[in-house]
């Protein structure tokens, strides 16, 4: 009696409900922490009845093509990354690698499951969901965790029970079945036991991307040992990370002076000998209480000092120590001390403000302040800055310039703060505690609306205080620009291309005039004589502008793994403002090297810049790129004789490591080949029936023998008695492979072929 030896339908598998449970496990690992833990589980609640109709009506319609299956994985799977990189190009932030690589894996299990139009999908998306299952017990846990990962134990064992009876080629009972169901319970439970923290160690080498001891990612929210985990501050206000810290404390933390010496070195004095002077005992007061704390940022500054230590260490050798932790765009100044009396060697801090009413609390439940000012039209908004302070001892906040609102922990009242100078906010009474974060929502101003901005005219000038040479360099380099913020462009621009910044350049000790100096003679230095350059330029053309220091916050030193960027003392900066004809204090970037930030352009013109970027890339490598052009149409138009012949060359290897399935590897072969020839075998029509409609076209009627023979022997062995075939099936398949080949199937499809 025939034997059919095509796989029969067996129960249907279950595979639904198991991607489902494996989703859900997993949900916790992607979505926010804030949201509940029996959250997944209704997400799959909500998937399966969703999915089940959807995976009834594509099982009952006409299958979809291989090709459109292949398109839709690789869509869901490509979908994550796709938008992880978008995010990470417009906004500067997105999912992390390892979060992006499991959002795939989800998409594609989820997928898989409801296209399940054969077992090879259904098994591909239930070794899918066996991944997502480790991957939740390494990284999750709770008991919402124990019931999704016991109820997916429960129904693997059925899902593999069932899997093993469609198939009746396979009598036996299935012990491997069994066994694989019993170490997957093994398993699971056993992750779920030993906790998420030593389950990251047993699978470091199979998630990579999680940080492992061997292999680790810049992006990596996990690591092994040596991984950067924040942490809220429960006993070291210093603790980084954004997490709101509880404790009011100060600690001996470096005021910005300090940080000035650090980076720049301890200013250089006269030496002077003093004579000393005996006080009688009664005149001696001893104080019953310490002296009271100087609050003022960063006292005098000196453009004199001794440079940065000779011997200092390599900065990856250097403590992270960070003043503070920044999050939001970058670069960004954040000004802490100003200075607007200049004697020739050092600067004097700007006077203080009077204590007025410039603050008003937004709601009464909120700690948020409201800056009462004037609109500002040259001005766009930016993003939020977030600020903690680690090692910083500085009553200044660290905001950059024209902030619109703020906040300073839970600090509800106004009269905590005061200006420290115009523009400078300050705490009125003591330095900022260590772990309290500060946040402000800032803005820009356009380059275009600064120049569209009515300057008052230019005061007549007198006898300039500059060096006589120095004040013609300048008005040299303005000659042809007209007053207002055009000529600030102008000078800020040839101040940046006229000297060299090198922090390790100082003025000389006997210095008299460090601007003429460095400018004339030297032409290289810190940061601080190009603003200090800059500012008496400014004020010597007429211009209102100030010294200011405090800090830098560099792109290039953003932590991807933390979502902030750490300034420590290299982050030290002194630059320039001036003032605006409404008073505004607005910041410009003289030293070379470091950049203001740029403000949102609108997209269509950030299009048109990245378009005739890569338009010049393009014309850059005009050869290599129409080489790879070349090579790419060759490609495409050629696709399928590669494709046969790499199908042809498995064919050929296979023939060798499994003979028996010699007339079933050829029937695919033929198969691949009529879809790249364009003529399909379509669904419900068997190979005898479309290869003879074949074979009666001239470019197949020499192999029209061939394939009969071949066919009549195909079916033989599919469906004729069990038994040794009389006849070695490999020759008769070696000559259909090479009669059927795919030029001959591509010229028999060109005529049209009865139906």
Known sequence: MPVNRFPTRGPALPTLPLVA??????????????????????????????????????????PLSGRAVLAILLLVALAPPILAVAARLGTGSGNLLDVVLIESLRNLALTLAILGRNDQLDRTAALASLFLVLVAAARAEGPWLLASLAGYAILGCVWLAQASSRSVHDNRPPLVSIATAAAVVIAVIT??????????????????????????????????????????????????????????????????????????GEPRRIKSQDRMIAVAANRVVELDRPPAENLRAGRDFSTIRGGPPRHARRPQDRPADALIYHEGPTPAHLPLVAYDHFDGHDWSEAPTPPRSTFLERERPDQPWFRLLHSSRSYLVPQARHRVKIARLSSPSLPLPAHIDRFRLGSVNLPSFFCWAHEGILRLADRPIPAGNTTEADAH???????????????????????????????????AETPHGWPRVERLITCLREHAIHDPAATAPPDSTDVVADFLLRDRRGPDYLFATAAVLLLRDLGFHARLVSGLYVHPDRRDPAAGHTPVTTDGVHVWAEIRLPDGTWTPIEPTPGYHLAAPPRPWLLALADA??????????????????????VLLVRRRHALLDALATLLWHLNARL????????????????????GCPRPAGVTPRCWLERLANTPPLQPA?????????????????????????????????????SLPRLRAAASPEIPS
């Not at 609306?449 to 380099?477: N, Y």
């Not at 399935?661 to 879809?675: K, M, Y």
């Open 444 to 478: 820009l101003p356009r380059p275009d609306a600064l120049r569209a901005l009515p300057w008052p005219k230019a005061p007549p000038r007198g006898p300039s205080t500059l060096h006589p040479d120095v004040a013609a360099l300048s008005r040299a380099w303005v």
């Open 658 to 677: 499994r003979p028996t399935e010699l007339p079933w590897l050829t029937l695919a072969l033929l198969d691949r080949r009529l879809r790249w020839a």
């Open 704 to 740: 029209r023998s061939t394939l009969r023979a071949w066919l009549a022997l195909t079916e033989c062995l599919l469906y004729g008695p069990i038994g040794p075939s009389p006849t070695s099936p490999a020759p008769l398949c070696a000559r259909v492979v090479r009669a059927a």
């Open 21 to 62: 449970l494996a989703a859900a496990a997993v949900e916790p690992v992607l979505s926010d922490p804030t949201r509940p833990p029996w959250s997944g589980l209704v997400l799959a609640a909500v998937f399966l009845a969703v999915a089940r109709p959807v995976r009834s009506r594509l099982q009952t319609r006409s």
């Open 611 to 632: 378009l005739a970027q890569i338009l010049a890339e393009a014309i850059r490598h005009a050869p290599a790129l129409g080489l790879v052009s070349a090579l790419g």
């Open 191 to 264: 992750l779920a036991l030993i906790g998420p923290g030593r389950a990251v160690v047993a699978l470091a080498g199979f998630l990579p991307s999680s940080g492992g001891i061997n292999d680790s990612d810049p992006s990596a929210t996990h690591g092994v040992n040596d991984g950067d985990r924040e942490v809220a501050a429960t006993h070291n206000p210093q603790s980084i990370g954004f997490s709101e810290s509880d404790l009011f404390l100060d600690s001996d933390r470096p005021t910005l002076y300090d940080a000035f010496n650090d980076m720049y």
